[in-house]
């Protein structure tokens, strides 16, 4: 997404502009970082894979739309501007839609169905994710 996209976003209510900070940034991909690698341990349930895998896809996703000076309150906007503040492609990007709309029937209706193979792509597109967040650099100071 251009920076006039993520602006005319803001225009109609559905991100606020805010200035980054390194230390917020660091903390959200130290964040997301850890649930990444706890996602991928076979050990666990395969539910608190899944919920770790989507709480680390929306840990570096908002380190992403962070770091270009932008906030949202909604979960599902923050993977939305995916494509745009990384780059990220519209497979990847169905991939974690599908994931969110899982975890709000599980989170709002206790219906929680998921399988390996859902939470291995997670996994794979979290892994893209955390990659670019890692290209993006520091937090440019004005």
């Not at 005319?8 to 502009?17: A, E, F």
């Amino acid at each position: 997404m251009t920076s006039s996209s993520l602006d005319n976003l803001v225009r109609v209510g559905q991100l606020k502009t805010e200035p980054p900070t390194q230390a917020e940034f660091d903390g959200l991909v130290r964040s997301g970082r850890v649930r990444l690698a706890d996602a991928g341990n076979p050990a666990l349930a395969l539910e608190s894979r899944f919920d770790l895998a989507y709480n680390a896809a929306h840990a570096l996703s908002l380190a992403a739309l962070r770091w270009h000076g932008y906030r949202s309150e909604n979960r599902y906007q923050v993977f939305q501007t995916l494509t745009h503040t990384l780059a990220l492609d519209a497979t990847q990007w169905r991939i974690l839609d599908q994931a969110h709309r899982k975890r709000n029937l599980a989170e709002y209706e206790g219906d929680l169905d998921v399988d390996e193979a859902l939470v291995a792509a997670i996994i794979r597109v979290v892994q893209a994710v955390a990659e670019r967040v890692a290209a993006l650099g520091p937090i440019a100071l004005e």
